[in-house]
């Protein structure tokens, strides 16, 4: 069985997408910093990016100390994310979430430009000694997963199992796509290594309405205030308590 309490997070993702984006990085990089020096303390790192690299590519990542928590900016796309850095670590999700619509709001006043999509991005993973198994039978019909002598089930022992699911829905205001992902990985928090079920969860509005969409603060802050009750309510469904 696989509990749903055991899940931890390990990494959250929040994502602006952005269609007409001008980026003057030494312009914006001295009022991001001083904006967000409270949280982002570490190094800046401006990056010497060649005319000809892919618009995807960072111009410009910050960070704290630990680099745990990271913002990285390119012609695109800005990108929030905290990682677990030890195993004591821990940075709840609505923290997180306050703290990515502050930087992309900071981010918005700065550069005069507001993101047509928005994504949010979160990862949970619990140890476990046979993950593939656990997930297989947690998944799959119990005659995919038989072990007997006279008749074995193609799942009956796999080191390694996966599973994606798509669904497109209204959330409120906003159309977009949940995925949810399910597969089995090894971990490393500090010097441990585990094997892991991981759970990966993405809520994305649409890339159709990138070109015509330009999303107000207070849109930005809903966004992110419905995704967390929304994910919570997808993990309860793929992991009812018994």
Same mark, same amino acid.
């Given at each position: 069985?696989?509990?749903?309490?055991?899940? %931890?997070?390990?990494?959250?993702?929040?994502?602006?997408?952005?269609?007409?984006?001008?980026?003057?990085? %030494?312009?914006?990089?001295?009022?991001?910093?001083?904006? $967000?020096?409270?949280? &982002?303390?570490?190094?800046?790192?401006?990056?010497?990016?060649?005319?000809?690299?892919?618009?995807? #590519?960072?111009?410009? !990542?910050?960070?704290? /100390?630990?680099?745990?928590?990271?913002?990285?900016?390119? &012609? &695109? %796309?800005?990108? #929030?994310?905290? +990682?677990?850095?030890?195993?004591?670590?821990?940075?709840?999700?609505?923290?997180?979430?306050?703290?990515?619509?502050?930087?992309?709001? %900071?981010?918005?006043? !700065?550069?005069?430009?507001?993101?047509?999509?928005?994504?949010?991005?979160?990862?949970?993973?619990?140890?476990?000694?046979?993950?593939? /198994?656990?997930?297989?039978?947690?998944?799959?019909?119990?005659?995919? $997963?038989?072990?007997?002598?006279?008749?074995?089930?193609?799942?009956?022992?796999?080191?390694?199992?996966?599973?994606?699911?798509?669904?497109?829905?209204? &959330?409120? +205001?906003? $159309?977009?796509?949940?995925? #949810?992902?399910?597969?089995?990985?090894? !971990? /490393?928090?500090?010097? /441990?290594?585990?094997? !892991?079920?991981?759970?990966?969860?993405?809520?994305?509005?649409?890339?159709?309405?990138?070109?015509?969409?330009?999303?107000?603060? @207070? @849109?930005?802050?809903?966004?992110?205030?419905?995704?967390?009750?929304?994910? @919570?309510?997808?993990?309860?469904?793929?992991?009812?308590?018994?």
């Amino acid at each position: 069985m696989i509990a749903r309490s055991a899940f %931890r997070f390990n990494e959250y993702q929040a994502v602006g997408f952005y269609a007409n984006l001008q980026l003057a990085v %030494r312009r914006i990089l001295p009022h991001l910093l001083s904006e $967000l020096a409270d949280v &982002l303390d570490g190094d800046p790192i401006s990056l010497p990016v060649p005319k000809e690299a892919p618009p995807e #590519v960072p111009r410009l !990542i910050l960070g704290n /100390k630990d680099q745990s928590i990271r913002m990285e900016v390119s &012609l &695109l %796309r800005t990108d #929030v994310r905290w +990682q677990r850095r030890t195993e004591e670590h821990e940075f709840t999700l609505p923290q997180f979430s306050d703290f990515a619509v502050r930087a992309f709001n %900071r981010f918005q006043e !700065i550069t005069q430009a507001r993101p047509g999509r928005l994504a949010l991005v979160v990862y949970r993973f619990q140890p476990h000694e046979k993950p593939g /198994k656990a997930l297989a039978a947690h998944f799959c019909l119990p005659q995919l $997963l038989l072990d007997d002598p006279g008749r074995k089930g193609p799942l009956n022992r796999p080191e390694n199992f996966e599973i994606h699911a798509h669904k497109r829905f209204q &959330l409120a +205001q906003f $159309l977009v796509n949940s995925w #949810v992902r399910c597969k089995t990985g090894t !971990i /490393k928090v500090g010097n /441990k290594r585990d094997r !892991i079920i991981l759970v990966e969860q993405d809520i994305n509005t649409l890339p159709e309405v990138l070109e015509e969409t330009e999303l107000s603060d @207070e @849109e930005i802050q809903n966004f992110h205030r419905l995704c967390i009750d929304e994910l @919570e309510t997808i993990i309860r469904l793929y992991f009812p308590d018994a």
